[in-house]
T-cell receptor, first 115, second 109 residues
């Protein structure tokens, strides 16, 4: 599969814990985006990285952080987890950026459940 | 701040009936608008974008700047169109996508 991949598919953890979600972009894509999808907030943009550098920030909590590594994969770190962090976390990648819009290709998502 | 509104959470139609999924936006600049679709157990994928002005799977969408709308239309719905549809807007810098709340389309036989 040459599309965007995300691991793990499901994650169940307890409040107060820390987790790391991983995303591998499509081959050649330099931009990676993270989105959170929850029942009450819908699909919300969290953060974008382009070729290892942070490019745009959305509604990302201070407890959350992300990075993009030299091989272009990205990780989203969620700490001090709360019940309200339970959501589907999507990663997307695009070919170019950050100047003009290019189609974002989405991964299958990681479902996080905080108990 | 940019905002996308999809007023209908659920739209149910019979096969062969016309479909219109509504999308309104709020944006101070010149928007780029998109429709994304998520079929059951599949990932989110781009359906169409306003700048390409094309028809995909029989769907079209026209940007109406006066009404700040980007409604998605199809003259004759098919059962395989049943899915979750999201309207999205991109900022001038081409970074983030702002999504609407989504509309679930159910096409009944």
């Amino acid at each position: 599969d040459s599309g965007v991949t995300q691991t793990p598919k499901h994650l169940i953890t307890a409040t107060g814990q820390r987790v790391t979600l991983r995303c591998s972009p499509r081959s050649g894509d330099l931009s990676v985006y993270w989105y959170q999808q929850s029942l009450d907030q819908g699909l919300q943009f969290l953060i974008q990285y382009y070729n290892g550098e942070e490019r745009a920030k959305g509604n990302i909590l201070e407890r959350f952080s992300a990075q993009q590594f030299p091989d272009l994969h990205s990780e989203l770190n969620l700490s001090s987890l709360e019940l309200g962090d339970s959501a589907l976390y999507f990663c997307a990648s695009s070919a170019e950026g950050p100047i003009s819009y290019n189609e974002q290709f989405f991964g299958p998502g990681t479902r996080l459940t905080v108990l | 701040a940019q905002r996308v509104t999809q007023p209908e959470k659920l739209l149910s139609v019979f096969k062969g009936a016309p479909v219109e999924l509504k999308c309104n936006y709020s944006y101070s600049g010149s928007p780029e608008l998109f429709w994304y679709v998520q079929y059951s157990r599949q990932r989110l994928q781009l359906l169409l974008r306003h700048i390409s002005r094309e028809s995909i799977k029989g769907f079209t969408a026209d940007l109406n700047k006066g009404e700040t709308s980007f409604h998605l239309k199809k003259p004759f719905a098919q059962e395989e169109d049943s899915a979750m549809y999201y309207c999205a807007l991109s900022d001038n810098a081409g970074n983030m996508l702002t999504f609407g709340g989504g509309t679930r389309l159910m096409v009944k036989p």
